[in-house]
């Protein structure tokens, strides 16, 4: 592993556990697995920012016609291992009773939550910066026509610009049709030192084809991996080394 620089590994700036903006509205602070309710998060009153390790997360919308926030939670996740520049995964999963609980009913049960994604100003004056994104989750789906899903759109924030589309999914087949997990780096595809906040519209479908059919999942993972800028690298005089990252495990 390639030693952090020191103000990378070391940043004087401590998070609070509670960090207020504006008014009375508190940014949440989760550690890896503490639970926060989806309903809570993005009901009324709520600022809807949750800070998980360097990363604030910013709920912007969460919308569906079958499912209610209130039965689904928000849960911190930030990996145990670290890449090779010593900086971790950090993202959330999303967990709760998926699936199509209507079956025969020949409606797609969906929902779609968009959301921020942004490195913590003190990590980004620091040098640390998004790269990739990595989808998984634990769909299942059983009979003619059925299917589990998720899908996201992802922009970089800062420039409006179109970054790429995720897919996960199983579709019942003989056997099914499988894609677990799917990650791009977006570093890699365009050749870039890493961006500072993704902006994220994950859409989730579950459909049973028919009333013996099933189409179900319990969580969702979304987790993002970033590197130091190459200004951060030459403190350590380690500019001019180029390394294949490895993605945390």
Not at 107 to 112: G, P, W
């Amino acid at each position: 592993m390639l030693p952090l620089p020191r103000s990378l590994a070391t940043l004087a700036l401590a998070v609070p556990a509670v960090m207020f903006a504006g008014s009375a509205q508190a940014v949440i602070v989760l550690g890896n697995g503490d639970t926060i309710n989806l309903g809570v998060l993005m009901g009324n009153g709520s600022d809807r920012k949750v800070i998980i390790d360097d990363k604030l997360f910013s709920f912007e919308s969460f919308t569906s016609s079958q499912f209610d926030a209130a039965n689904f939670s928000v849960i911190g996740f930030i990996s145990a291992g670290t890449n090779q520049y010593g900086l971790r995964n950090v993202g959330f999963d999303l967990t709760g009773p998926f699936g199509d609980g209507t079956l025969g009913d020949n409606l797609v049960h969906e929902m779609n939550i968009q959301y921020e994604v942004s490195v913590l100003p003190s990590y980004y004056s620091n040098g640390v910066r998004l790269c990739d994104a990595r989808l998984t989750f634990n769909g299942a789906a059983g009979g003619d026509g059925s299917f589990s899903r998720v899908d996201e759109t992802i922009w970089d924030l800062d420039t409006n610009t179109y970054l790429g589309q995720m897919e996960v999914y199983d579709i019942a087949n003989t056997p099914n049709i499988t894609k677990l997990p799917h990650e791009i780096d977006f570093c890699e595809l365009y050749a870039t030192d890493g961006y500072r906040a993704f902006e994220v519209n994950k859409a989730l479908k579950f459909f049973a084809g028919n009333a013996t059919g099933f189409a179900t999942a319990s969580f969702v993972r979304q987790e993002f991996s970033q590197i130091p800028s190459p200004g951060a690298l030459a403190l350590v005089g380690l500019g001019g080394l180029v390394a294949r990252r490895r993605r945390v495990a």
